[in-house]
């Protein structure tokens, strides 16, 4: 039966940069609704216009705006054996959701990986965060710079900031994952779903570990 990874961790923690390395190795789709929700602000579409506002300002989007998002994009074929959800859910009301939605759909109850760092270490994480704007490549201008200032080094693409990566902007979005995310770590515990990893060793023993935890779990 095909299984729902879910990468969960306070902003900066490595989500997205991990989750592209196992779905990767997996074979299977990494779905950031971060990603989702800035693509549809760069497109100025109508969900993008209420999203960019809310992500901006580093508040969450609202739940029943995003969960159907979430809902559409797992029922693409590309999900029949699994994917990983990165950025959802963040809510306990998303959780619910999610649940009754991967019940209706016929799949396993999801595995949550939770990559744990202390909030505090993270603002150096994201103010140093540039990105490729066309391959979604992630860089760090402290600790993995790209060979050539604001280059990518994978296919020579620009490397951005996003909007949401300024100080004011990061304290509202430890506030949020304070206030409305870290609930989850007990609600998947409860369901005996969740496994801890460390967030703070080098990307590619994290990777090691998070693959080692799915297969651990049979997931593979
Ligand atoms: P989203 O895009 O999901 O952002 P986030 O949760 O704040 O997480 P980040 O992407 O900032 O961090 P990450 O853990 O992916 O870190 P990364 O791997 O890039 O959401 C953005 C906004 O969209 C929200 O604020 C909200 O408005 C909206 N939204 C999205 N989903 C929503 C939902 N479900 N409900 C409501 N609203 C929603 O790494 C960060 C940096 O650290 C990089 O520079 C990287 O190179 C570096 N790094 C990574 N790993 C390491 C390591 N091991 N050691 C040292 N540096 C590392």
Known sequence: MAQILIFLGPPGAGKGTQARVVAKALG????????????????KTGLGLVAKA????????????????????????????????????????????LDDMLERAGFGKPLVLNIHVATDSVIKRLTGRRTCQTCGEIYNVY???????GV?????????????????AIRIRLKAY???????????????ALRQVDGTEEPEAITERLLGVVKTDDYL
């Open 28 to 43: 299977i789709p990494h779905i950031s609704t971060g990603d989702i929700l800035r693509e549809a602000a760069r497109k």
């Open 152 to 168: 990518c080094d994978k296919d020579g693409g620009k490397l951005t900031q996003r909007a949401d990566d300024n100080e004011e």
């Open 54 to 97: 809310k992500m901006d300002k580093g508040e969450l989007v609202p739940d029943d705006v995003i969960s159907p998002i979430v809902e559409e994009r797992l029922g693409w074929a590309d999900c029949k054996a699994g994917a990983i959800l990165d950025g959802f859910p963040r809510t306990v009301v998303q959780a619910q959701f």
């Open 178 to 192: 304070e206030h409305d995310t870290v609930p989850l770590i007990e609600y998947y515990q409860r369901k005996n």
């Open 143 to 149: 600790m993995n710079p790209p060979r050539q200032d």
